[in-house]
Nanobody, 125 residues
């Protein structure tokens, strides 16, 4: 079992930045993926960014590419999401998730089985 806890959300104006953190309750093995998802009211949950702990390989949704950066503190099993040039359309609840990566799979296509409670990000014009 892994428990995840997100922090760092808040209310900002368009163009500003936020840094989200996701801390795990135990050391997460290096064959795990970690990911950030978001869900806006009335919309489906979408993947924002993923990271494979073993290599640090990352993936970004097109909507955040060039503005968001996902990174990890491997030893602390902590995932970060640096969000710059925020837009009103980035407003959502942001969730952290993790799961082991089967051979031949991609983090962005994984069915995640451990989730955090989420942290709200609100961007005003």
């Amino acid at each position: 079992q892994v428990q995840l806890g997100e922090s760092g959300g808040g209310s900002v104006q368009a163009g500003e930045s936020l840094r989200l953190s996701c801390a795990a309750s135990r050391f997460i093995e290096n064959n795990y993926c970690m990911a950030w998802f978001r869900q806006a009211p009335g919309k489906e949950r979408e993947v924002v960014a993923t990271l494979w702990r073993y290599s640090g390989t990352t993936y970004y949704a097109d909507s955040v590419k060039g503005r968001f950066t996902v990174s990890q503190d491997f030893a602390r099993s902590t995932l970060y999401l640096e969000m710059n040039s925020l837009k009103p359309e980035d407003t959502a609840m942001y969730y952290c998730a993790t799961a082991p990566l089967p051979a031949g799979s991609w983090c962005r296509e994984l069915e995640y089985n451990y989730w955090g409670q989420g942290t709200q990000v609100t961007v005003s014009k």
